[in-house]
């Protein structure tokens, strides 16, 4: 990608002004959120021992134990049936393969008394095509978490590591090899035995392989990029079932090999969260984003509406309506579109039949609206928005085993539209068996 640099004096000092306030709110808030860390320590100091409730959880959900530890292994068949069109190409070049995906995973806990609780959850994907070797891989993935209890004060720490071939979201078609890690540290202070304040920070990471390329784009060059955060959440709850919250963070992304997309974000999210008991279960946030790029004269900003939200509703004891919804930004591979809004919707009904059966249809929307790269000094010359349209159809017919398994038969079918690159249209019609056992 070749950047544009205006000449003019003014220009430059418009760009020197953007610049300097960008780092003034970066400076105010880190500021701001180093006095609260401060405030909540000194605070929580005075406060009194209360015991752990996640430790009770951990051994109550747990199906092994041996000494010290404690730990639920499971295997899931994501998967196993017809993939009509393995590769979401448009037009009447679609290849049809036979796959199944596996999923072994363990969570595993040490409680140390009632004053620690570490856990740690492995896990690896086997996703295996017949006729389509290219498409088969093994992804190992791991995630850790340690709390330490002190007063009223929770300190924790954890991080996971990725490494995958899917497909990160409805934008990227091919399955191309890369590393996700994330680490975060913090402290969680109950302030008072209804309200509570956390405060960390968190990094993660994203690699792709250096032959991961996608439509004629490597995949490395534009999305590889370090996210930099610090997250503060105030929290107070209403009864036993309900809380509200406020969640706010803000954060740096940069990117390894196109610095020119690097920026800086500031988000706040009120919003109110239900404990699985409650009639309603679930979160929904709803909030506000400003992002900032390091370079405005390249990267537009955006400033707007962001929503995290995912319900559901129990009718008699049999049927579970669930709904989800989100808004964010999100970075796209295309070197001239170099983000797009993410706005997704999703509805689903469960319907148990008899005591062992179930139904379930869902139906979800991905709506992305892409944002162009700004080119200074050249004539703008007006064309129609790019948007692409993705649905998904799924519906499946079950059997529970036991309190947490299922075997099912069903179907999905995938559809994307695209306002402005007809090959970006597909469809797709999966069907086949999943499966899920605890034991």
Do not use: C
């Amino acid at each position: 990608m070749t950047e544009v640099h205006p000449d003019s004096a003014s220009t430059r000092r418009l760009q020197a002004d953007a610049d300097m306030s960008n780092r003034e709110k970066t400076v105010h808030l880190r500021g701001a959120s180093a006095l609260v860390i401060v405030l909540v320590v000194a605070t929580a100091a005075r406060a009194q021992t209360t015991p752990s409730v996640a430790i009770d959880e951990a051994r109550e959900s747990a199906r092994l134990h041996l000494g010290p530890l404690y730990a639920k292994p499971s295997v899931q068949l994501v998967e196993l049936g017809i993939d009509s069109n393995v590769f979401n190409v448009y037009g009447d070049k679609q290849q049809s393969d036979f796959t199944f995906t596996l999923l072994p995973k363990a969570d595993v806990w040490v409680p140390i008394a009632r004053r620690a609780l570490f856990q740690v959850s492995p896990a690896a994907e086997l996703v295996w095509y017949e006729k389509f070797e290219s498409e088969r891989s093994i992804d190992p993935r791991i995630a850790g978490r340690g709390e330490l209890y002190l007063e009223r004060i929770t300190l924790f720490g954890g991080g996971s590591y990725i490494n995958t071939r899917q497909r990160p979201n409805q934008e990227i078609d091919v399955r191309a090899r890369h590393i996700d890690t994330s680490a975060t540290a913090g402290v969680d202070v109950a302030i008072t035995p209804e309200m509570s304040i956390a405060v960390a920070a968190n990094l993660l990471t994203t690699r792709y392989d250096g032959t991961a390329d996608y439509d004629n784009t490597s995949l490395q060059q534009t999305l590889n990029r370090d996210t930099e955060g610090i997250e503060l959440k105030v929290k107070y709850r209403l009864t036993a079932l309900t809380s509200i919250a406020v969640r706010s963070d803000v954060l740096r992304d940069t990117f390894t090999l196109s610095p020119a997309r690097n920026s800086e974000s500031i988000r706040v999210m009120p919003g109110v969260e239900f404990k699985p008991r409650a009639l309603v279960s679930g979160s929904a946030y709803v909030g506000y984003r400003e992002f900032m790029p390091s370079d405005p004269r390249v990267l537009p900003d955006f400033k707007g509406l962001v929503a995290q939200l995912g319900l559901s509703y129990t009718l008699l004891g049999s049927t579970v309506f669930g709904v989800t919804y989100s808004r964010d930004l999100t970075y796209s591979y295309d070197e001239l579109q170099p983000f797009f809004v993410d706005d997704s919707v999703g509805a689903s009904v469960r319907r148990a039949i008899g005591r062992r059966f179930d139904a379930l249809a869902s139906a979800d929307r991905h709506n992305y609206a892409y944002k162009d790269l700004i080119a200074p000094g050249l004539p703008e010359i007006p064309t129609r928005p790019r948007v692409d349209v993705t649905w998904t159809y799924a519906a499946s017919f079950g059997y529970r085993i036991g309190r947490e398994g299922r075997i099912a038969f069903g179907a999905s079918y995938w559809q994307r539209e695209s306002t402005t690159i007809a090959f970006r249209n597909y469809n797709n019609l999966r069907f086949g068996t999943s499966a899920s056992m605890g034991f």
